[in-house]
């Protein structure tokens, strides 16, 4: 797991969040993956490129769950160099071997229709070019419900983990296999 705030369990337990929820659901039916969570709250799709070779090289992953841009996004940095980033990154987990899994994220309206539409456009473009598998919006099933969401109204409260996790399960389970 290579992402931000949003799968470091930001302002939650560790184990509240939707990834260490994945790693028991994973355990429950039977596979035999042990997830890695490299996701630290704040990170940039810059500072994710930064690090990825040596996350890679590290733990030598079967599947990369990519969780970036967010920050970026909130930051209003150039869409094209969020794109450019991400694109490397699907690139270097390819070429490890690994599988890749995409995670995209919206922006709240404030940003304005044409840079949030550009923004939530690059995911679904990036993963047809590099040819991986896709979550369109990790917060689908969370961002306008309040009672799933933190007090911030960005991160998922304890009781919307569950649902992020339901949102990325069946675009994952194409990817695993038993272990």
Same mark, same amino acid.
């Given at each position: 797991?290579?992402?931000?705030s949003l799968s ?8 509240? *969040?939707?990834?260490?929820? @994945?790693?028991?659901?994973? /355990?429950? /039916?039977?596979? *035999? ?14 500072g994710g490129l ?10 030598? !992953?079967? &599947?990369?769950? @990519?969780?970036?841009?967010?920050? =970026? ?19 270097? &987990?390819? /070429? ?7 995670? *995209? &994220?919206?922006? !709240? ?10 923004? $939530?456009?690059?995911? *679904? ?13 990790? @917060?689908?099933?969370? $961002? ?6 933190? $007090? ?10 569950? /649902?992020?996790? =339901? ?7 194409? @990817?695993?296999?038993?272990?």
């Open positions: 797991m290579f992402g931000d470091a369990a930001y302002g939650l337990k560790p184990e509240q *969040g939707w990834v260490a929820l @994945l790693e028991k659901r994973l /355990q429950m /039916q039977g596979y *035999g993956y042990h997830i890695v969570n490299a996701s630290i709250s704040g990170e940039t799709s810059s930064a690090r990825l070779p040596r996350a890679l090289a590290l733990n030598k !992953p079967a &599947i990369v769950i @990519l969780e970036l841009g967010a920050n =970026d996004g909130l930051r209003g940095l150039p869409v094209a160099t969020t794109r450019a980033n991400l694109a490397r990154m699907l690139a270097l &987990i390819t /070429q490890s071997g690994a599988k890749a899994l995409l995670l *995209g &994220i919206r922006l !709240p309206p404030n940003y304005g229709p044409r840079y949030g539409h550009e923004f $939530a456009a690059m995911y *679904g473009e990036l993963a047809a070019e590099r040819r991986v598998g896709l979550v369109p919006f990790l @917060l689908e099933r969370v $961002a306008l419900n309040a009672d799933l969401m933190q $007090a911030d109204g960005l991160h998922p409260a304890e009781a919307g983990e569950p /649902q992020v996790l =339901d949102t990325v399960w069946p675009l994952l389970m194409p @990817l695993l296999e038993r272990r």
